[in-house]
C-alpha cells in the first residue's frame, strides 16, 4: 500500500500517541465487549456481585419450563373437532327409505317368491338369504320400523367409524360441529360402528325379547346400510390447538427502569433469574442489528476524539512541564492500569471506588501539575463511563475525592503530613462513597461498604505513592514535593555536616534560602525548589570550609600565603566537591543543577583583583567559575541571592541605601556579564526580585544596625 510522504512523516511523529490510542481502543473492547448495558447474566445460585438496577423498562417473562408447561397445557385443553355430515346422515336414512319402497313394490308384485328373493339379493347384495327372506314376510315390516327408529337415534347422536383415530385432548370431550353450531359432548355420547351395534342389540333386548327375530336381523339390516356421520377435522383441530399454545401470555409482568434486580452479595434465586433472562431477551434483538455495528463504531469514535483533544492538552503542556516520550509512556501506563483493574475485577461489587483514579490523580499532581492530572482525571473517568457504563454515583465520589487530593497532595504532601494526608484523603474518598451511595437509594449496609472501600482506596493509594514516588522520579528525572520536603528537613544528613563544619556557610545557605523563597513566590516560580536549592548550594564547601570567607576568624586566612591563582582554583573546587557530594547522596538532579549553576561563569573578583594588582595582563577566564549558566527561574534566583547575600554581608555598615546600591550594582554587574543568557527569566520578573530581595534584606539587618548606632551614642 502506498502511503503519502507526509502522512508517513506524520505517522511516525505520532507513533507513540497511536500505539497508546490503538492499545486502549484493544484493551477497552476486549474488556467492555459491545453491550449497551454492562450487567453480568447471573444464573440462579450465583451470588450478585453488585446491586443491579434495571437499566431500561422490560416485560418480565415467564420461566421457560413453566412457559412450555403452560403452552402444552392450553394444547391440550382443545378438545378434537368433529364435523357432523348432515347429507351422509340424509343419505343412510334415505338408504332405508328407498329398501322399504322397493320392498312394498315386491310384495304388490305377483312374481314367483324365488324370482323377488334373486332381484332383491341381487340389488342388495350385503343382505344374507335369511333377511331378505324375512324383509320379504310378514315380519319385514317391523324389522323395518325398528331399524329405521334405531338409525334415526343413533344417527342422531353422530357416529364415527372408529374412536381411535380421534386425537383426544387432556379428557375424552369432542366438539361437534353441526349445522354451524358447536357443542361439546363426551366421547361416550357419540357412536362408533360396533358400539352402534352393540346399542341396537341392547336395546333390543331390553325392549322385546332375546329371543325375538328383531334381535337376529335388525342389527344386520342397520349394519349394512349405515354411514358413520362423524369426521375428525384435522386441519381445524390442530390450528386451534396452534392458537391455544401460542396465545399463552409470556409477560407476568413488567420490570420498571431502576428498579432494583437484586442486591450486592444476595444469591440470585429464581425469580431474580427470570428478570435477568426478561432482560437479555429483551436487549438481544436489539443487539443482534445493523444497529451493533454502528454502535461499536461511535463508541469508538468517541474515544477517539476525547483521547486526540487529551493528546493536544498534553503536547501543549510539552514545553511548560518538561514532557517527554518517558512521561507520555507513564501517564498512559496509568491510564491502561485503570483499564485493567476495571476490566479484570469490574463483575466485583463497589469496584468503582476502588479504582487506582485515585492514584493516578496524585502521581499526576505530584509529579506534573495540579491542571494537569485535572485534565487526565476528567479524561480517565470518561472513557471509563464510555466503555463500562460505570455506575454514575461511583464515578461522582470518585471525582470529587480524586480533585481533593490533587490539591491536598500538593499542598501538604511530605513525609512529614504522611498520616495526616492519609486520613484526609482516605476520609473523603469514604464519606462522598458513603454520602453519594445513600443519596443513590442504596442500602445502609451497602453505603458503609462503599464508604470502606473508599477510605481504603484512599489509604493505599498514598501509601504506594510514598513507597514508590522516589523510583518513578529517577525513571522520570522528575522532582515532587514529597522529596523536596525530605531535602528541606534540616535532619537531612548533608545538612547536618555542613551546620557542624562550616557555620558560617550554613547561616549564609539558611539566608539564601529563605531570600529565593520569597524571591520564588514573588514571581510564581517553584518556592520549594528554590528554598531546596538555596539550602544545598553551596554544601562543596564542607571540603575545605576555611578557604571561604564567611567561614574565617580575624586570626587565621589560609589565601595570605597563596597565589591568587591557586586560590581561586581552590574555591573553584566547592562546585565539583559540591556535585560530587550531591551524588553520593543521592541528591536528584534538579537540585545538583543549583551547586553547578549558582555561580555560573562569573568571575572571582577578589582574588582576579588581587592577580591584576600583581600582573596587569592576568588572563581573566582564569579566575572564572567553569558554569553551567543559570536556566530555570529558580536556579537565576538563587545565583542572585547567593551573590546579593555575599555582597550585602561584606558591607561595613549596611544602611537601606547602601544594601539597596550594592544589590542593583550586582544586578547589573550579572546582566551585564552575560549570566541570564541562557535564563528563562524575563527581565520585569528580574525586576520584582530585586525590589523582594532589598525588602528582606532590610528586615534582616535593618535593627542591627539601629542598635549599633545606639550603642555607640
Ligand atoms: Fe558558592
Ligand atoms: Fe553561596
Same mark, same amino acid.
Given at each position: 500500500m502506498h502511503i503519502p510522504i507526509f502522512l508517513r512523516d506524520k505517522i511516525k511523529k505520532h507513533i507513540l500517541d497511536i500505539s497508546i490510542l490503538l492499545l486502549s481502543i484493544i484493551l477497552f473492547n476486549i474488556f467492555f465487549p459491545y453491550s449497551v448495558y454492562t450487567i453480568p447474566n447471573l444464573k440462579k445460585g450465583d451470588i450478585a456481585s453488585r446491586d443491579i438496577i434495571a437499566p431500561i423498562t422490560f416485560d418480565l417473562l415467564k420461566n421457560s419450563t413453566i412457559l412450555k408447561m403452560e403452552r402444552q397445557l392450553a394444547y391440550d385443553n382443545v378438545p378434537p373437532v368433529l $364435523?357432523? *355430515?348432515?347429507?351422509?346422515? &340424509?343419505?343412510?336414512?334415505?338408504?332405508?327409505?328407498?329398501?322399504? /319402497?322397493?320392498? *312394498?313394490?315386491?310384495?304388490?308384485?305377483?312374481? %314367483? &317368491? !324365488?324370482? @323377488? %328373493?334373486?332381484?332383491?339379493? @341381487?340389488?342388495?347384495?350385503?343382505?344374507?338369504?335369511?333377511?331378505?327372506?324375512i324383509l320379504l314376510s310378514e315380519k319385514g315390516e317391523k324389522v323395518l320400523s325398528y331399524a329405521g327408529g334405531a338409525l334415526n337415534d343413533i344417527l342422531s347422536k353422530g357416529v364415527i367409524s372408529d374412536k381411535i383415530s380421534i386425537p383426544f385432548g387432556k379428557d375424552k370431550k369432542v366438539v361437534i360441529e353441526k349445522n354451524g353450531k358447536e357443542h361439546i359432548v363426551g366421547v361416550e355420547e357419540i357412536f362408533d360402528l360396533n358400539e352402534a351395534m352393540h346399542f341396537i342389540k341392547q336395546d333390543i333386548t331390553s325392549k322385546y325379547s332375546s329371543n325375538s327375530f328383531l334381535l337376529k336381523y335388525s342389527p344386520e339390516l342397520t349394519q349394512s346400510i349405515i354411514k358413520p356421520n362423524l369426521s375428525v377435522d384435522i386441519a381445524e383441530t390442530s390450528f386451534r390447538r396452534e392458537n391455544a399454545r401460542n396465545s399463552v401470555q409470556k409477560k407476568v409482568g413488567v420490570i420498571l427502569k431502576g428498579e432494583i434486580i437484586v442486591r450486592a452479595n444476595e444469591i440470585v434465586d429464581e425469580s431474580v433469574e427470570d428478570k435477568i433472562t426478561s432482560m437479555y431477551t429483551y436487549m438481544s434483538p436489539k443487539q443482534n442489528s445493523f444497529d451493533r455495528v454502528i454502535r461499536f463504531l461511535v463508541k469508538n469514535m468517541i474515544f477517539f476524539i476525547i483521547f486526540f483533544l487529551y493528546i493536544l492538552f498534553i503536547n501543549s503542556q510539552f514545553k511548560k512541564l518538561n514532557i517527554r516520550k518517558r512521561d507520555k509512556i507513564f501517564i498512559s501506563s496509568v491510564f491502561i492500569l485503570n483499564i485493567l483493574v476495571y476490566g479484570l475485577f469490574y463483575q466485583f461489587a463497589h469496584i468503582e471506588y476502588l479504582l487506582p483514579v485515585l492514584l493516578s490523580s496524585i502521581l499526576i499532581s505530584l509529579l506534573y501539575s495540579r491542571t494537569f492530572a485535572l485534565v487526565s482525571l476528567l479524561f480517565n473517568l470518561s472513557s471509563l463511563i464510555l466503555y463500562s457504563g460505570l455506575r454514575m454515583q461511583g464515578l461522582l465520589a470518585l471525582l470529587i475525592s480524586s480533585i481533593y487530593a490533587i490539591y491536598l497532595i500538593r499542598e501538604r504532601g511530605s513525609r512529614k503530613h504522611f498520616v495526616s494526608v492519609i486520613v484526609r484523603v482516605g476520609l473523603v474518598n469514604g464519606i462522598f462513597a458513603f454520602l453519594i451511595e445513600l443519596y443513590g437509594e442504596t442500602s445502609f449496609g451497602q453505603a458503609i461498604i462503599s464508604s470502606v472501600y473508599g477510605f481504603i482506596n484512599g489509604v493505599i493509594s498514598i501509601i504506594l505513592v510514598t513507597a514508590f514516588i522516589q523510583i518513578l522520579e529517577r525513571i522520570l528525572g522528575k522532582v515532587t514535593r514529597i522529596s523536596l520536603m525530605d531535602l528541606l528537613d534540616l535532619n537531612h544528613p548533608l545538612l547536618i555536616d555542613l551546620a557542624e563544619k562550616t557555620s558560617g556557610?550554613?547561616?549564609?545557605?539558611? +539566608? +539564601?534560602?529563605?531570600?529565593?523563597? %520569597? #524571591?520564588?513566590?514573588? $514571581?510564581?516560580? !517553584?518556592?520549594?525548589? #528554590? @528554598? /531546596?536549592?538555596?539550602?544545598?548550594? *553551596?554544601?562543596?564547601k564542607m571540603e575545605k570550609p576555611e578557604y571561604f570567607i564567611e567561614n574565617q576568624n580575624r586570626d587565621f586566612n589560609p589565601h595570605q600565603s597563596l597565589p591568587p591563582e591557586i586560590s581561586a582554583t581552590i574555591i573553584k573546587e566547592h562546585i565539583i566537591d559540591g556535585e560530587k557530594m550531591a551524588n553520593k547522596h543521592k541528591i536528584p538532579s534538579q537540585v545538583t543543577a543549583f551547586i553547578k549553576s549558582h555561580h555560573g561563569t562569573s568571575t572571582i573578583e577578589y582574588f582576579l583583583e588581587k592577580s591584576k594588582s600583581q600582573d596587569p595582563l592576568t588572563d581573566d577566564n582564569k579566575y572564572r567559575y567553569d558554569g553551567p549558566l543559570p536556566k530555570t527561574n529558580e536556579e537565576t534566583i538563587v545565583m542572585l541571592a547567593d551573590s546579593v547575600e555575599a555582597g550585602v554581608r561584606s558591607l561595613s555598615n549596611p544602611d537601606e541605601q547602601g544594601m539597596k546600591r550594592t544589590i542593583e550594582t550586582i544586578f547589573e554587574k550579572k546582566l551585564r556579564d552575560g549570566q541570564f543568557n541562557e535564563s528563562e527569566m524575563s527581565v520585569a520578573n528580574i525586576l520584582i526580585i530585586r525590589d523582594v530581595f532589598s525588602n528582606v534584606l532590610k528586615g534582616i539587618y535593618h535593627p542591627r544596625v539601629d542598635y549599633d548606632n545606639i550603642g555607640k551614642k
Open positions: $364435523i357432523f *355430515d348432515e347429507k351422509a346422515t &340424509q343419505n343412510t336414512i334415505n338408504e332405508l327409505y328407498k329398501l322399504s /319402497v322397493f320392498l *312394498d313394490s315386491m310384495k304388490m308384485n305377483l312374481w %314367483k &317368491q !324365488d324370482n @323377488k %328373493k334373486r332381484i332383491l339379493s @341381487k340389488r342388495y347384495p350385503s343382505l344374507s338369504k335369511e333377511l331378505i327372506e556557610t550554613f547561616n549564609h545557605s539558611m +539566608v +539564601v534560602a529563605s531570600l529565593s523563597e %520569597k #524571591a520564588a513566590l514573588a $514571581i510564581n516560580a !517553584d518556592e520549594l525548589m #528554590a @528554598k /531546596v536549592g538555596g539550602y544545598f548550594h *553551596d554544601i562543596g
